[in-house]
């Protein structure tokens, strides 16, 4: 079994640590590492420290490091554009989306979008979905997290997506499939992924600046679970899985 991952705020530069707050109340009390164990520090943006538990007190664990390193980026970047579901299947999107390796999650108030995050409410939303794709990348000892975006009218959406190098719209009446989409080897792939309504024509439309739509099969997924199909074929176009 691979060694569990915590969150720090910097890699230590020193070669002890005291592993404490909430990750070391996770890491003692939670999962009751011992002396002897190994785990992984990381600070989120490619910094990893392998480290082994010198010893175990309440809330808290004492570290020595034994060994540091950054992690590259890869190439292509993978950004989900994901309309806005109804209920916790935002969270649940966000979650396999992490999982799988999207590096970023652009929330979209779609049209058809029948859920609406707005003041208190919508950042409390949003405060959910960074907390999730936080959770998710240390499930899935990743180096680093997924970021988690801004709200994005339709507007603010599109001006976004000309900085992608390829901008990917799913569309259930698309001829195109998924798997024959030309991918770059650089830069950012942008997947967009539309509301359980679909994607109306004036949204198709102004996003129609990016290329013909594509499709992933015969069937029509939740908008819950094309994002993470979708990104799933495009690991394996890339060589990842």
Avoid: C, N, Y
């Amino acid at each position: 079994m691979s060694d569990p991952v915590f969150l720090v705020d910097a890699i230590p530069a020193a070669d002890g640590f005291v592993l404490d707050g909430p990750e070391g109340h996770h890491a003692a009390d939670v999962q009751r590492l011992q002396p002897g164990e190994t785990l992984l520090l990381s600070d989120g943006a490619g910094g990893v420290a392998s480290a082994r538990v010198a010893a175990a007190e309440r809330g808290s664990l004492r570290l020595d490091i034994l060994e540091r390193r950054t992690l590259p980026t890869t190439e292509p970047k993978l950004t989900v554009v994901q309309a806005l579901p109804k209920g916790d299947r935002g969270e649940r999107a966000v979650q396999m989306l992490t999982e799988i390796g999207v590096d970023e999650v652009i929330p979209w108030a779609a049209s058809r979008s029948i859920v609406q995050w707005k003041g208190p409410r919508g950042e409390k939303a949003r405060a959910k979905w960074t907390a999730t794709a936080r959770e998710a990348s240390k499930q899935a000892r990743r180096a680093r997290l997924a970021h988690v975006a801004e709200l994005h009218t339709t507007k603010q959406l599109v001006h976004r997506l000309r900085a992608a190098d390829t901008v990917l719209v799913l569309h259930e009446e698309a001829v195109l499939p998924l798997s024959r989409a030309v991918l770059p080897e650089a830069g950012e792939v942008a997947l967009v992924i539309g509301p359980e309504g679909s994607i109306s024509p004036d949204e198709l439309a102004a996003l129609a600046e990016f290329g013909e739509p594509v499709r992933l099969g015969e069937t029509v997924l939740r908008t819950s679970t094309a994002g993470p199909a979708a990104l799933a074929v495009l690991q394996a176009r890339l060589g990842r899985w």
